[in-house]
């Protein structure tokens, strides 16, 4: 059975679930992603296990919707050198809040089935865009950013009903491509290695939507000039999803500072993209050397895989399902960035274009990052050896000790439990920032070998 109803000339399209969900076999719930504990720094599996300071898990898999639609981000969130807050105790299950807020795609006193991101506390950390791009001739299909493309949704191939995951969708208008794309809202990242479990979705998959605003026509017509379109588009092909988008995973200070993962859904669907750029040389008009890999990866992306950055100090490196497919020490990035996921179409050659009427999935379970940022470099390091004498080694952190060391904190606050989730966030951060400082790493999590 299917539902699929779209209504032009008025100002929101509303994309009906579209039911097919009994002949879909069902996957079981999944084992909840194991978080490091106890540890001030974290590591990771391959040739430079490094160490980073900092990491954080966004899992998309078991988000309680309803808790989440109740985010009000009237205040600005301006994260200066604050940390992300990485409570695992139920972030942001506020029980005070388990309202749903206004615009909210849902029944009165159902679960929503679906939920734009900008509702949700994960918009806190990430923020989802909106903004356009004229068409040009090169890249002829006008583009325009939309929250409305950034959702949570009920995972319909599990067995656990409450299993969700977080979609970036991008659907051919006649006029534009309609895009995705969620930035970091932290922008001093500096060398990290980041993980995205993705699935580009198969076409005629469930998927739950949010409605869609028609954004057109744009807010600024002149910035849109009309542009011929090209409408020889090819055939879709069975079980694929349509021709003509870019999913990608980047770190990015500008465009000569950016490592890439890129997936194009005309490719195979065992091909991805890996660069750091720039990876043409437009004087001369051709690639250059070195700067980019088409890999062909051990299991598709229409299947749930996890696909790894690691962007190290003189070389990057890629991985799916921790397989290492690629290293590159060719223009690694060396300023501080944030991390971008997005989902677009131009019309341009990259791309391709889609067709009229279709739209595109990236499907993300979670998103897990072990970074550092420069920042870092500006907090007050004490000198160990100052305050120890020689190169004598602190002694071990242990919570019973203290000793009116000058490198401990209050000792009080050190003790200090939070309180779990919002409630606790202002006690997380001054715990963080009064954190003792050691100049090596005491306690290292390889967060690959949870
Ligand atoms: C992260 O920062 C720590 C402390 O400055 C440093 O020792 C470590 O090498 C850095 N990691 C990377 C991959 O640069
Ligand atoms: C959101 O927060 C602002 C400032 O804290 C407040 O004035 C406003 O009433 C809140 N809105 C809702 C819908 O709660
Ligand atoms: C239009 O698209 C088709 C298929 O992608 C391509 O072969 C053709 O060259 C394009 N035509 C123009 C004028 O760009
Ligand atoms: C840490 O403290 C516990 C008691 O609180 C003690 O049993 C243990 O031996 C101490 N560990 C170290 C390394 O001092």
Redesign the pocket.
């Known amino acids: 059975m299917g539902i699929n109803v779209l209504f032009f000339g008025i100002a929101v399209i509303y994309f009906g679930t579209v039911v097919s969900a009994l002949s879909v076999p069902r996957a079981p719930p999944l084992p909840a992603k194991k978080r490091p504990h106890g540890c001030d720094c974290y590591t990771i599996s391959g040739p430079d296990p490094g160490y980073f300071q900092h990491y954080k898990l966004w899992d998309f898999r078991a988000v309680d919707l309803k808790k989440h639609a109740s985010l009000n981000l009237s205040e600005p969130i301006d994260y200066g050198d604050e940390d992300w807050d990485d409570d695992d105790e139920g972030d942001d299950q506020d029980p005070q809040s388990g309202h749903l807020s206004p615009g909210v795609h849902d029944e009165k006193g159902t679960d929503p089935r679906s939920l734009v991101f900008y509702k949700t506390s994960f918009e806190r950390d990430w923020s989802s865009q909106n903004w356009e791009r004229r068409g040009t001739p090169i890249a002829p299909v006008p583009m325009v950013n939309s929250k409305h493309n950034v959702f949570l949704t009920r995972d319909h191939e599990r067995t656990d009903t409450y299993a969700t995951y977080l979609v970036l969708r991008t659907t051919r208008f006649s006029e534009y491509t309609s895009t995705a794309e969620i930035e970091t809202r932290i922008r001093n990242i500096y060398r990290c290695s980041v993980r995205v479990r993705l699935r580009v979705l198969p076409a005629g998959s469930v998927v739950s939507e949010p409605p869609q605003p028609k954004e057109w026509p744009p807010r600024d017509p002149k910035r849109h000039p009309t542009v011929p379109l090209n409408k020889t588009i090819p055939p879709l092909r069975n079980g694929r999803p349509p021709d003509g988008a870019c999913a990608g995973i980047f770190t990015y200070h500008d465009q000569t500072c950016e490592s890439d993962i890129e997936i194009l859904t005309r490719d195979p669907a065992y091909r991805v993209h890996y660069a750091n750029q720039p990876d043409y040389d437009f004087d001369a008009d051709r690639e250059i050397p070195g700067a980019s890999t088409i890999a062909d990866i051990p299991v598709p992306w229409t299947t749930w895989s996890t696909h790894r950055l690691d962007w190290l100090s003189d070389m990057s490196r890629w991985y799916v399902n921790n397989q290492m497919q690629d290293a590159k020490s060719y223009r690694v990035p060396n300023l501080e960035s944030m991390i971008i996921l997005n989902l677009w179409s131009n019309g341009g050659l990259w791309t391709g274009d889609m067709r009229i009427g279709d739209s595109i999935y990236l499907g993300i379970e979670y998103i897990e990052m072990t970074y550092n940022r420069s920042s870092d470099a500006l907090r007050p390091y004490v000198s160990l050896s100052q305050n120890h004498g020689g190169h004598q080694r602190p002694?071990?952190t242990?919570?019973?000790?203290g000793n009116g060391d000058p490198l401990e904190p209050d000792r009080n606050q050190k003790h200090e439990k939070c309180k779990p989730g919002r409630q606790g966030r202002e006690c997380r951060r001054k715990k963080w920032r009064n954190r003792p400082l050691h100049e090596s790493c005491q306690r290292p999590c390889n967060i690959d070998e949870l």
Do not use: A, I
Not at 398 to 401: M, Q
């Open positions: 002694p071990p242990n919570g019973s000790l």
